[in-house]
């Protein structure tokens, strides 16, 4: 059975930091991209992050960039998300993803539809 288990998530003020982590286990991911969405209450689930798992390509939401780096460690079979100057609409469920398919080592998706294991999430709050 496939797991990705996050971690990390928690209360924040305003410009405090977190760093989330997801461990994969059941299937390695360390062919596949991986990825962080998150969704806030009464919003659709929206792209954050992702990596490619030869760790050369990384895309990111508008709305972090330059705020937020995401990393893997294929050994582990972990990925993370470093989250600094957070803001309030930041606020919301962090989901963690893997793709099922073995791409190449640049490769990375940014549609959900495109991960086939997702996590059950964590939750960030940043209060104002």
């Known amino acids: 059975q496939v797991q990705l288990v996050e971690s990390g998530g928690g209360l924040v003020q305003n410009g405090g930091s977190l760093r989330l982590s ?50 893997r460690d294929n050994a582990k079979n972990t990925q993370y998300l470093q989250m600094n100057s957070l803001k309030p609409e930041d606020t919301a469920v962090y989901y963690c993803a893997g793709a099922s398919l073995t791409t190449a080592r640049s490769s990375i998706y940014v549609d959900p539809l495109r991960y086939a294991y997702w996590g059950q999430g964590t939750q960030v709050t940043v209060s104002s």
């Open 22 to 71: 997801c461990a994969a286990s059941g299937r390695t991911f360390s062919t596949s991209p991986m990825a962080w969405f998150r969704q806030a209450p009464g919003k659709e689930r929206e792209f954050v992050a992702t990596i490619s798992w030869g760790r050369t390509t990384t895309i990111y939401a508008d709305s972090v960039k330059g705020r937020f780096t995401i990393s």
